[in-house]
């Protein structure tokens, strides 16, 4: 969780200078991709980054939890309410900007268990 919340606070940092253009996301994207994938944390690899016109969507991967042992209601519930509380702070300046941030999580096993994503309304 620290390192989601340095790549967060990162990712903050890089767009916060005025209006966020396509290319500037684009760009974010690709300098993460460089080092991936990378363990977050003892369970958690993040993948890849990807972005669109107003949007960052990051993949990650439970290394431990397979698709047939995964309770996918219990994991995009608690996903939504995370990426609200720390989005909500952390993310503002991008929210505020008009920018989207998803978030998919994937089973050892390669099987989407669930994504939610975060938009300045939800704040």
Do not use: H, W
Not at 5 to 28: E, H, N, P, R
Not at 77 to 83: D, H, T
């Amino acid at each position: 969780m620290r390192k989601l919340s340095i790549i967060l606070l990162t990712c903050v940092s890089f767009l916060i200078g005025g209006l966020v253009q396509a290319d500037d996301l684009k760009a974010f994207a690709d300098d993460i991709n460089k080092s991936l994938p990378e363990m977050v944390d003892k369970g958690t690899r993040l993948d890849k980054v990807t972005s669109g016109e107003k949007s960052l969507d990051y993949r990650y991967t439970l290394m431990n939890l397979s698709s047939r042992k995964a309770d996918k209601n219990k994991i995009a519930a608690s996903l939504k309410r995370n990426i609200v509380k720390i989005g909500c702070s952390k993310l503002k300046s991008l929210l505020d900007r008009g920018i989207q941030v998803k978030y998919s999580y994937f089973s050892n096993n390669g099987r989407l268990l669930a994504e939610a994503g975060i938009k300045k309304s939800d704040c």
